[in-house]
């Protein structure tokens, strides 16, 4: 079985908002029902699960019953972190009885314009390989800073990849990759790839992702998520 698990546990207090980022409508649609609409379209994901911010699920439920997202099965409680969302997603899953070899996505609930064809990558790659991880390789030139006011040193590019999401794994395997990370104490990793580095030995294989696969955090997102929504490719360019 291959299953979306969609993390909004996050309260968006970066957004500045009333309501959770991922309950903001856009085009009269909650974003999170529109980054349901990826999975639920594509033929090969049998089922949808959420781990929602504590409150808001009767909210997701009713959204979900109203836009025909059929493929919602489970919704898990959020934690305090994303990787303690994510805990609680993967091990909702097992204990709602998915086996260790079903694949799981695991994907930002504020990324709306997921095509297809990265979904499908990642099924694919994660079946060949193990791990799928969706990233673009860094076109800008990048520097540190420690203070984020001052920089005197540049890191090389070449070699440095954005990581996206979904982020695919098969469900034994980033289950046991959280047990090691309990054991090494590690409790708060940005995400489940930087996780899986972490605790190290396994190797990730990057599926290419997109531009327009946003991340919406900010209020500024959300103007460029329109846009690009309302945006179609000009008929003559290759």
């Given at each position: ?193 930087t996780l899986v580095a972490e605790v190290g030995g ?23 998520l329109k846009a690009l929504m309302h945006t179609n ?6």
């Amino acid at each position: 079985m291959n299953i979306a698990l969609l993390i909004a546990g996050g309260s968006g207090n970066r957004m500045g908002q009333d309501i959770p980022k991922q309950f903001i409508h856009v085009d009269n649609c909650p974003i999170i029902v529109h980054t349901m609409r990826c999975f639920q379209t594509h033929p090969d994901i049998d089922a949808i699960a959420v781990v929602c911010l504590n409150g808001w699920d009767t909210v997701l439920r009713s959204y979900a019953n109203q836009f025909s997202i059929s493929k919602l099965k489970w919704i898990f409680q959020g934690g305090k972190t994303g990787m303690e969302s994510i805990h609680n997603g993967i091990y909702g899953l097992r204990e709602a009885g998915c086996g260790d070899e079903d694949l799981v996505l695991i994907h930002d609930s504020v990324r709306p314009l997921l095509s297809q064809e990265i979904i499908s990558s990642n099924i694919a790659v994660c079946k060949a390989y193990g791990y799928a991880i969706t990233g673009i390789q860094c076109r800008e030139a990048i520097l540190e800073s420690e203070d984020g006011f001052t920089t005197h040193s540049s890191i090389p590019r070449d070699r440095l990849i954005r990581t996206q999401t979904p982020q695919t794994f098969r469900l034994g395997n980033i289950i046991k990759v959280h047990e090691e990370a309990k054991e090494k104490g590690l409790t708060d990793s940005v995400a489940s790839c930087t996780l899986v580095a972490e605790v190290g030995g396994k190797e990730m294989h990057i599926v290419p992702g997109s531009e327009k696969n946003i991340k919406v955090t900010t209020v500024e997102d959300i103007e460029i998520l329109k846009a690009l929504m309302h945006t179609n490719k000009e008929y003559w360019l290759k």
